[in-house]
């Protein structure tokens, strides 16, 4: 990371999909694709996340989580023992949280070939020169993203049990050569309404993994809708007591509502600031973003302040998406210049 510019501008994960994506999902889970049909399209699907954030100037880049389906971490729960599949709770109406297919745990879980986050970390490796980031759901969103019928004493049994998987699979990435990993938590409130706990849940997760490590905290994202109570407050203090290096939060889609926290906890550690809302339909101009970050740097060190949307891009339109990005960097650009440091 060495390299990196001043203010420097990342993804949280996924990217915006093509719409010819969205017809090879169709298509494989009507079983009209082999499995070199599905690998070719997933291959190039990713090939293309790599190629737009590299053309907008991103300068840390994922793989845009192309290969997970219609949610960051629900494709997961297939490679996983002790889950099956259950209907959705809701057919009618518009798309929410209810309206997908649900999961339910029916006995110990395993996972004994891994989560594939290595396969996919791997490819983007080989496909890149650019700094990268590799992300993972973290154990508190996998676990609300199920029904416990069998196998557990009760949810908090589970939910440790998800974080050691995790844990596997954080340290075979860095092991592969991942130097920068996130752990995702939109579904929080459940399990760690107190910053504390949460800690605690989040250094299970990575105990033992040599990596530069992120958290990224966010309310919800599905459809643009929140599943949390859209507040840090109540997490700060006690949340610093996770073994992250960074923190990377939601803010614009709040107008920047609570960034004066990092001025009043901030212990010196990174903060990937979301100054871009992939949730609305408005493109931001570089000024925008620019005023974003005049705002942020009242808060933050300029040396430790990340620029990045507030969360990932998969449910935003690929033509809205790709001109946010070109214009979040050259926001970013705009505030080097600034400050003597393009």
Request: aromatic share 10%.
């Amino acid at each position: 990371m060495s390299t990196l510019p001043l203010l420097p501008t990342t993804v949280v994960g996924s990217h915006c999909k093509p719409g010819w994506w969205h017809l090879v999902q169709e298509e494989a889970c009507k079983g009209n694709l082999g499995p070199t049909d599905l690998q070719e399209a997933l291959d190039t699907a990713v090939d293309i996340a790599i190629l737009d954030q590299e053309r907008a100037g991103i300068d840390i880049i994922s793989d845009g989580e192309m290969r997970r389906g219609l949610h960051f971490y629900r494709t997961y729960y297939a490679r996983l023992q002790g889950v099956q599949t259950a209907p959705p709770q809701r057919r009618l109406g518009e798309p929410g949280y209810d309206t997908r297919e649900s999961y339910e745990v029916v006995g110990r879980i395993a996972a004994p070939e891994g989560m594939g986050i290595v396969r996919e970390f791997e490819y983007l490796k080989a496909h890149t020169r650019r700094p990268t980031k590799v992300t993972c759901a973290g154990p508190q969103t996998f676990t609300w993203g199920v029904t416990l019928r069998d196998g557990y004493r009760d949810d908090r049994e589970l939910l440790y049990d998800f974080a050691r998987i995790i844990n596997a699979e954080l340290r075979a990435l860095a092991a592969a050569g991942a130097t920068f990993i996130q752990v995702d938590e939109p579904a929080f409130t459940r399990w760690a309404a107190d910053g504390k706990t949460f800690a605690e849940i989040y250094n299970a997760t990575v105990e033992g993994v040599q990596a530069k490590l992120a958290l990224h905290i966010c309310f919800g994202n599905h459809h643009g809708r929140p599943t949390a109570k859209r507040t840090y407050r109540p997490l700060f203090p006690g949340v610093l007591a996770a073994r992250a290096d960074q923190f990377v939060l939601e803010f614009a889609n709040r107008e920047l509502a609570e960034i004066a926290l990092w001025k009043e906890f901030g212990d010196g550690r990174e903060l990937g600031a979301g100054l871009l809302d992939q949730k609305s339909y408005y493109i931001e101009t570089p000024e925008d973003i620019a005023e974003r970050i005049r705002v942020a740097l009242w808060y933050v060190p300029r040396d430790k302040l990340y620029i990045n949307p507030d969360c990932g891009l998969h449910p935003t339109p690929r033509w809205v998406g790709l001109q946010k990005l070109r214009n979040m960097v050259e926001g970013a650009r705009i505030v080097r210049r600034e400050l003597g440091a393009e």
